[in-house]
């Protein structure tokens, strides 16, 4: 649309040199549109106003009509003769009118009529196809009913062609009457004959429970009819004779194992909808006794029954029990292209009969105030129900297994959640009663970390205890994994937690800020070498072995689950890693307290010196030897030897002696700038007194001021200084404050050279 809008109109020969055409259009618009047949005015214009102001738009197409209006008078100017004769050629136009009209009435007469008879013999057609329809309908409804009428009596003739029910089963309420009707004469006189009768009884059961499935289909589609209604007693009955038998069959055929039998009554049961019924059958018949033995309930006391509130040896027994006597007819439900997927024994008839026991013979068993027998019956009960998902043919028949009532009620009786709460009150709790404590507490036994180097201090030991614990096997639900991995990052955050809050009180001083921080206030380095020492073997464990073993229980999740849970843990031991330097600073700040005791001899120098005549010196001050003692003690002590990494050593000692440098600096420089100062102020009042007596100075230029024999004091010290940090392995010249230090008291001639 863009290339059209902007097409110029085409300019005459004439024109190529001439004055501009009067008539012309701008690029934008393009006359030779409005004659398309798909012209659209409104998009057009649309189009235009995107870029072409309103009035300018509408000043043009006004000029355009107008050179339109133009074009059309010219075109009658040149062709006046044509247009003027037309005229004459129309002659009795209203004749020839009347002469069209007439043939077109009698059309349109015809049309009418015919159309009127159309829509009779339409209306008659339509009246007949109703007709139709209703014959159709009674028809269809008379045939239901006697379908219906023939299922009926064909099921009372079947129902009459059973054998006869025995007087002694179990459950018959049939009166005598009923009796008479299902009687013809066979009995079940002879055992070896049993058999046949029970499958023939079977099979006939089965037919009439599919007649019995196609009344219910006719019944569903004649409703409100008085004939069905009247034949709602007859129903009744048969459905009730047919689920008698029909029990009774499947009772025998459970009791004698029959297979054909069970397979044909439960055809029969799923034809008639009635699942529920087979699997109460088999609950009561089979299931129950059984049961009943092993966890003994009710009004039979507790004979042959295990004592105590244990599921494990009680679930043995009812495995047993069904391999013995529920197998078969698992199997034969699971049967492949057999149409009795729909019933469900596994839920409906035997998890819910062993719910059932355990609620009335050992409600305690769900009880999750004793953790340790609450999660050994909990573990007991998953291997149970996952060796009832054994005997599923497929997974879906699994998925459909979960997803029965009585599993969920199954699952509900576990209460995990509460479960959580106590272990999370015995770890947690247990943490804390071992980090509230005044001091840190070395321990004599050997930590249970698995390597030669173990854990010293009792709360770290107790903090590696209560992580193990959250994935213990008599500790861990794996259903629960996700509590228990925020509970291991809870207690490492508690441990983190507890030693700054130490770290911090011992730096300000105030230990009653924080509580359970009075042990950081009286901690000693060799305890924080303790802390360092259980920092390094807690991370080393975490992200080794514990770290493995976690992702090992939870193998079976996704990746994804895997590496969220991998990170989790190491971001949790990354935060133990933080504290080192914290607890590395605490102990440089004791040392260097200590060795802040002897450098503040270095203010003795300036009384030494001061308005006395002693000869410039030629050896270090004492003091010198004892400011790195305390650092070399620490460092050649029994602790440090054992529990310090070489690379902790190496931090610690660089850090003490930088810090020490560092004091050294400001004492000496603080000391030499009040020298200067005084021996410049002495300096200006001798020279006022010279000049009031009228005297010369007798002081020559070689005689040495009090401050150089200070500086030379303080320069010989640093020389030693740097020997004893040599000793010690720390190179004095990689330290920015002995550098300074040097620049301060050295000689002019060795400004630029550091050598000791």
């Not at 059309?107 to 009418?112: D, Q, S, W």
């Amino acid at each position: 649309m863009a290339t059209d809008l902007h097409s110029p109109l085409p300019r005459s020969a004439t024109d190529l040199f001439g004055d501009p055409i009067d008539d012309s259009h701008p690029l934008w618009l393009t006359p030779s549109k409005f004659s398309d047949p798909e012209f659209d005015p409104e998009s057009y214009i649309s189009d235009l106003r995107t870029f072409v102001p309103f009035d300018t738009l509408r000043s043009e197409l006004r000029s355009h009509l107008g050179a339109l209006k133009h074009e059309l008078v010219e075109l009658i100017n040149r062709d006046y003769a044509d247009f003027v004769s037309l005229s004459t050629k129309l002659v009795d136009v209203d004749g020839v009118v009347v002469r069209m009209r007439a043939p077109l009435l009698e059309i349109k007469e015809k049309i009418l009529s015919f159309r009127g008879s159309v829509d009779s013999s339409l209306a008659a057609l339509q009246s007949r196809l109703r007709q139709r329809a209703q014959a159709n309908e009674a028809r269809e409804v008379l045939e239901l009913l006697l379908d219906t009428f023939h299922v009926v009596s064909k099921v009372e003739k079947l129902i009459k062609e059973l054998p006869t029910v025995p007087a002694d089963w179990p459950g018959s309420n049939i009166n005598s009457t009923e009796k008479g009707q299902i009687s013809n004469g066979i009995s079940l006189q002879h055992a070896e004959t049993g058999t046949n009768l029970r499958e023939t009884q079977s099979m006939l059961l089965e037919r009439i429970a599919s007649e019995m499935n196609r009344l219910k289909f006719y019944i569903a589609h004649a409703q409100n009819m008085p004939f069905i209604e009247n034949m709602v007693k007859r129903i009744q009955n048969a459905s009730l004779l047919l689920d008698t038998s029909l029990g009774h069959c499947f009772i025998d055929g459970l009791e004698h194992k029959d297979a054909s039998v069970i397979y044909n009554c439960l055809r029969a049961y799923a034809a008639t909808d009635n699942t529920n019924s087979a699997e109460e059958i088999f609950r009561s018949t089979i299931v129950a006794p059984f049961i009943q033995k092993v966890i003994p309930h009710g009004s039979s006391g507790t004979v042959g029954g295990s004592t105590g509130d244990d599921l494990e040896q009680d679930y043995e027994r009812i495995k047993q029990h069904i391999e013995d006597d529920c197998k078969f007819l698992l199997e034969i439900s699971s049967t492949e292209n057999s149409g009795l997927h729909v019933f469900s024994f596994l839920a409906n008839s035997i998890l819910k009969e062993v719910l059932s026991a355990i609620q009335k013979g050992k409600p305690g068993a769900f009880s999750p105030g004793r953790p340790m027998e609450f999660l050994k019956n909990y573990k007991s009960s998953l291997s149970f129900l996952e060796y009832l998902e054994g005997h599923c043919p497929s997974r879906s028949a699994v998925a459909k297994f979960r997803e029965e009532p009585v599993y969920i009620e199954f699952m509900k009786q576990w209460n995990t959640g509460v479960y959580f709460s106590l272990r999370f009150q015995e770890i947690a709790g247990s943490l804390d009663s071992a980090l509230t404590t005044t001091a840190l507490v070395p321990s004599q036994k050997t930590s249970n970390l698995g390597n030669s180097q173990s854990l010293v201090l009792k709360q770290s030991i107790s903090l590696m205890d209560c992580l193990r614990s959250c994935w213990r096997d008599d500790v861990l639900v794996l259903s629960s994994s996700d509590k228990f991995l925020r509970l291991f990052l809870q207690l490492l955050s508690r441990y983190s937690n507890w030693l700054s809050a130490g770290l911090s009180a011992r730096k300000t001083g105030n230990a009653a800020a924080s509580s359970g921080s009075d042990w950081a206030t009286s901690a000693s380095p060799d305890d924080f070498l303790y802390i360092i020492h259980d920092l390094n073997n807690l991370m080393e464990e975490v992200r080794g072995d514990y770290l493995d073993h976690v992702l090992g229980l939870l193998k079976s999740c996704s990746s994804e689950v895997l590496d969220l849970v991998k990170q989790s843990i190491l971001q949790g031991s990354d935060s133990l890693k933080v504290l080192q330097p914290p607890v590395i600073n605490s102990i440089v700040e004791a040392l260097v307290e200590k060795s802040a005791e002897d450098l503040r001899q270095l203010k003795g120098i300036t009384a030494t010196f001061r308005m006395t005549n002693k000869p410039l010196p030629v050896r270090h001050s004492p003091y010198v030897s004892g400011v790195l003692r305390p650092l070399k003690v620490f460092l050649e002590g029994e602790q440090a030897a054992t529990y310090l990494t070489t690379e902790h050593r190496k931090e610690l000692l660089q850090g003490t002696a930088s810090e020490i440098t560092r004091r050294y600096y400001e004492l000496a420089s603080d000391l030499v700038s009040v020298a200067r100062k005084t021996e410049s102020s002495l300096q200006k009042i001798r020279l006022g007194a010279q000049r009031r007596a009228g005297a010369s100075s007798d002081v020559s230029d070689n005689n040495i001021s009090d401050t150089d024999k200070i500086c030379m004091q303080l320069f010989l010290d640093i020389q030693e200084y740097g020997r004893n940090l040599a000793l010690l392995g720390v190179d004095a010249t990689s330290i920015l404050a002995y550098r300074s230090l040097w620049q301060c008291v050295a000689p002019l001639e060795r400004q630029n050279t550091i050598s000791f």
